[in-house]
């Protein structure tokens, strides 16, 4: 079947750091990789997304590559600001199952 | 406008009561989801509908009832709800592309909170 896994949280950052958050994928066929990310109090919503193997998706200086020989979908973020604190969620869509699978979430806060 | 609205936000209510979540969808989208946070923010999807055709029922006690009138609803009706239904619920919706990448669009959630 289909999994994600993600790196454990929580990552507690200073500002201006260097963030990685790693994601790794089972998955049979040719999946589409998301990153979602959760503001505190809010619903999950689309950070980047990449839908074939070496794509890169960014968005608000976060970006993640698809790694088709590693099965893994990366997120990096060259400074990160207290205002990306939030919960990050990896997540891959495969046409067979016909769903989402999400990983766990990491928790991120970024201290000033 | 709202993309994917969720009434109400919060809902507190005793054990053994009966209670519903509506969701509403403006994207177009066919598809809907119902999804269950946990208090360590894991997210499990319960139901999908598309077209109002129930395609995922996963492993979620009868007590839990979803219906879908029209493509843009989506409600969710829970039974005799118990300590442990307790959790955010989330809706959401998709419409698979040419290229199936299947992006989700959520609503701001449910904090449903059972005493």
């Known amino acids: 079947g289909n999994s994600v896994t993600q790196m454990e949280g929580p990552v507690t950052l200073s500002e201006e750091a260097f963030l990685t958050i790693n994601c790794t994928y089972t998955?049979?066929?040719?999946?589409?990789l998301f990153w979602y990310v959760q503001y505190p109090g809010e619903g999950l919503q689309l950070l980047l997304k990449?839908?074939?193997?070496?794509d890169k998706g960014s968005n608000k200086g976060f970006e993640a590559t698809y790694r088709k020989e590693t099965t893994s979908f990366h997120l990096e973020k060259g400074s990160v600001q207290v205002s990306d604190s939030a919960v990050y969620f990896c997540?891959?869509?495969?046409?067979?199952?016909?769903?989402?699978?999400f990983g766990d979430g990491t928790t991120l806060t970024v201290k000033p | 406008d709202t993309a994917v609205s969720q009434t109400p936000k919060y809902l507190v209510t005793q054990m053994g009561n009966d209670k519903s979540i509506k969701c509403e969808q403006n994207?177009?989208?066919?598809?809907m989801y119902w999804y269950k946070q946990d208090s360590k923010k894991f997210l499990k999807i319960m139901f999908s509908?598309?077209?109002?055709?129930?395609?995922i029922n996963e492993t979620v006690p009868n007590r839990f009832s979803p219906k879908s009138p029209d493509k843009a609803h989506l409600n969710l009706h829970i039974n005799s709800l118990e300590l442990g239904d307790s959790a955010v619920y989330f809706c959401?919706?998709?419409?698979?592309?040419?290229?199936?990448?299947?992006?989700?669009?959520f609503g701001p959630g449910t904090r449903l909170t059972v005493l």
């Open positions: 509908y598309n077209n109002k055709e129930l395609i």
């Open positions: 998955a049979t066929g040719y999946p589409s």
């Open positions: 994207l177009g989208h066919d598809t």
């Open positions: 959401a919706s998709s419409q698979e592309g040419l290229a199936g990448s299947d992006t989700q669009y």
């Open positions: 990449a839908t074939k193997a070496d």
């Open positions: 997540a891959l869509y495969n046409t067979n199952a016909g769903k989402s699978t």
